[in-house]
């Protein structure tokens, strides 16, 4: 039975770590993540996991830990925001190539320069192609039911790859909001035990971990971590069905809110969702068909399905909390649209970067964006593909 609860995000998936009771977690203080293993060492230290929590001296070191307890045969977690993320740089794709299916935290945050602590996409959307699953999430609630699905995606034999979930820092991580949690008994038995077939410490099979990979193998070592990012769509499928039928909360690739009969249409990823739905509520009262499609899986990228989604919208607004800074646009636009172009799908689409540095958006400021899709799908006519939502010119 589920519990009622109110957490931040922060909380939620440190509680979601006590339940699962990893064997190692190894992390360094960043704001806004650093909450994650402050509560979480306070589980240590009282008795309610027997996790080894390893308190080490940079974020580099923290990726590092979490990759010599997940080669060794252990389950490792850990947490961290912008440049934090970047500092593991090296060691994140060095993660993913070795196939190692630890789950990490990230709350989402500007990287520098200049410093900022406050939230977009940069940190997350920057390692998007590092060979990391990623899951978003709009919701505390969403955070904490996605890293209860991590481990049975990322360990699955037709994985085997690490997972990140992405939630926004202070707007997700610091917010506290209604929940509902699961029994710490039903969170055991969803998740399992880690038992990997191949691991450092198995003296009956004893293995190397990170040999040098050149000209003869690495191309064949790179396909095979595609074709297991590929794997992944259905098994996140099949993990949700299963946490669906035992929660009777429904995940999928992506949401779609009211885009069935869409004519204008915005993508989005993250808490921005929210305060997108309460404007497609009051367009919708207006008689104008709106719609919103939210990604919550970016990795592996549901490219055909997405498309799939937009097909019959006039003109769709892509969103991206970070800039690509390559005179093209953001990232989530630059995937949406492949995706149209490649399944032969035409839209009118247009990009929006918002939020840098944890600028607000306000409704009326999504309301900005709509009302441009809907001159776009009475004229046909986009003046601006490459544009700025809330900046000062």
């Known amino acids: ?34 909450e994650i293993p402050q509560y979480f060492s306070t589980f240590v230290s009282n008795g309610s996991v027997t996790t080894e929590f390893v308190a080490v001296e940079s974020e580099h070191s923290a990726m590092s830990a979490s990759i010599g ?12 925001s912008a440049n934090g993320l970047s500092l593991m740089w ?14 990490m935290t990230v709350a989402n945050r500007a990287v520098s320069g200049p410093l900022n602590i406050h939230n977009d996409h940069s940190d997350s959307m920057g390692c ?16 904490y039911d996605n890293m209860l699905m991590a481990h049975r995606i990322g360990e699955h034999k037709d994985v085997q790859l690490p997972v990140m979930i992405c939630m926004d820092g202070f707007i997700t991580s610091h917010a506290i909001e209604n929940i509902m949690l699961e029994e710490d008994s ?7 035990e880690y038992h990997p077939e191949n691991y450092l410490l198995n003296a009956e099979n004893p293995i190397a971990v990170g040999p040098l990979d050149l000209q003869a193998y690495l191309f064949e070592h790179k396909r095979q971590q595609a074709e297991a990012m590929a794997n992944a769509k259905q098994v996140i499928l099949d993990v949700s069905k299963e946490f669906e039928a ?9 949401e779609k809110y009211m885009l069935d009969d869409a004519e204008v249409a915005i993508v989005v990823i993250n808490s921005t969702a929210g305060t997108a739905k309460a404007v497609v509520n009051e367009l919708r009262e207006k008689g104008i068909k ?19 989604a937009l097909a019959n919208v006039k003109a769709v607004a892509i969103l991206d909390k970070t800039d690509g800074l390559n005179a093209a646009g953001g990232p989530v636009f630059t995937d949406v649209t492949s995706a149209l172009y490649a399944n032969n799908i035409s839209v009118k689409a247009i990009n929006y970067i918002y939020g840098i540095g944890g600028r607000d958006v306000r409704t009326d400021d999504i309301e900005k964006v709509y009302n441009e899709l809907i001159k776009i799908k009475d004229t046909g006519v986009v003046e601006n593909v490459y544009n700025y939502l809330g900046v000062r010119d």
Do not use: C, H
């Open 246 to 254: 035992a929660t009777g909360r429904k995940y999928e690739l992506f």
């Open 186 to 192: 039903f969170v055991k038995e969803f998740v399992g």
């Open 90 to 103: 090296e060691m994140v794709y060095i993660a993913s190539s070795l196939r190692l299916p630890m789950v």
């Open 1 to 34: 039975m589920s519990i009622k609860e109110r957490l931040s995000g922060n909380e939620a998936i440190a509680t979601a770590m006590k339940q699962i009771n990893p064997d190692v977690v190894a992390a360094f203080p960043i704001t806004p993540s650093t």
């Open 128 to 143: 998007r192609d590092s060979g990391w699953i990623q899951l978003y999430s709009e919701t505390n609630q969403e955070a």
């Open 69 to 80: 307890a997940q080669a060794a045969g252990g389950r490792a977690m850990t947490a961290t």
């Open 290 to 308: 709106a719609g919103l499609l939210k990604i919550r899986v970016y990795r592996p990228f549901p490219a055909e399905e997405i498309a799939k």
